[in-house]
T-cell receptor, first 113, second 110 residues
Framework: ETGVTQSPTHLIKTRGQQVTLRCSSQ?????VSWYQQALGQGPQFIFQ???????GRGNFPPRFSGLQFPNYSSELNVNALELDDSALYLC????????????FGPGTRLLVL | EDKVVQSPLSLVVHEGDTVTLNCSYE??????LLWYKQEKKAPTFLFML????IEKKSGRLSSILDKKELFSILNITATQTGDSAIYLC??????????FGKGTKLTVNP
């Protein structure tokens, strides 16, 4: 059974740029959630995708957007990067029968300069 | 506003000690409570608690939920250096959103 994978592992961008982060869900999981974890904080919910549709969103501006593909993998896009977007971005997948039990990937560490 | 508060924020113990980590929550449409262990990056799943008063155990770790008082505890007995990590508590709101606390950083010294 393959776990949740994310790419890239690290990324450095400058203010105003755009970034795309990728996530492959665990085998058999059809729901993907994205979280932002700033240093010293717990993860903050960004949004969730189920059957290629956004299914719930946290308090993040529209420049945070996402996609889910037919194979359940997902992308997180962030436009017009700001310094405060520097964080660990975590993807978690879950199955339809147990969407609250979410399994996390290793994350992408984003640094915005 | 949804809120999850963990205490203490930081804890330093010696190998063999027993620790209790606390998590209180105020979340609308609460469904369940999850505990995770985060060592470097990926939080790893420990427990999901949905019913009050039923203890869940896995080796030296155990956890229980009190839905009347809105809190949960995670106990670790006979701590080992490998238990050093950040322990995250998350309340599940609806089916889609985990509301996390800031975590408890546990350091176990030999």
């Amino acid at each position: 059974e393959t776990g949740v994978t994310q790419s890239p592992t690290h990324l450095i961008k400058t203010r105003g740029q755009q970034v795309t982060l990728r996530c492959s869900s665990q085998s058999g999981h059809n729901t993907v959630s994205w979280y932002q974890q700033a240093l010293g904080q717990g993860p903050q919910f960004i949004f969730q995708y189920y059957r290629e549709e956004e299914n719930g969103r946290g308090n993040f501006p529209p420049r945070f957007s996402g996609l889910q593909f037919p194979n359940y993998s997902s992308e997180l896009n962030v436009n017009a990067l700001e310094l405060d977007d520097s964080a660990l971005y975590l993807c978690a997948s879950s199955s339809q029968g147990s969407r609250e039990t979410q399994y996390f990937g290793p994350g992408t560490r984003l640094l915005v300069l | 506003e949804d809120k999850v508060v963990q205490s203490p924020l930081s804890l330093v113990v010696h190998e063999g000690d027993t620790v209790t980590l606390n998590c209180s929550y105020e979340v609308t449409n609460f469904r369940s409570l999850l505990w995770y262990k985060q060592e470097k990056k990926a939080p790893t799943f420990l427990f999901m608690l949905t019913s009050s008063g039923i203890e869940k155990k896995s080796g030296r770790l155990s956890s229980i939920l009190d839905k009347k008082e809105l809190f949960s505890i995670l106990n670790i007995t006979a701590t080992q250096t490998g238990d050093s990590a950040i322990y995250l508590c998350a309340a599940v709101r609806g089916s889609e959103k985990l509301v996390f606390g800031k975590g408890t950083k546990l350091t176990v010294n030999p």
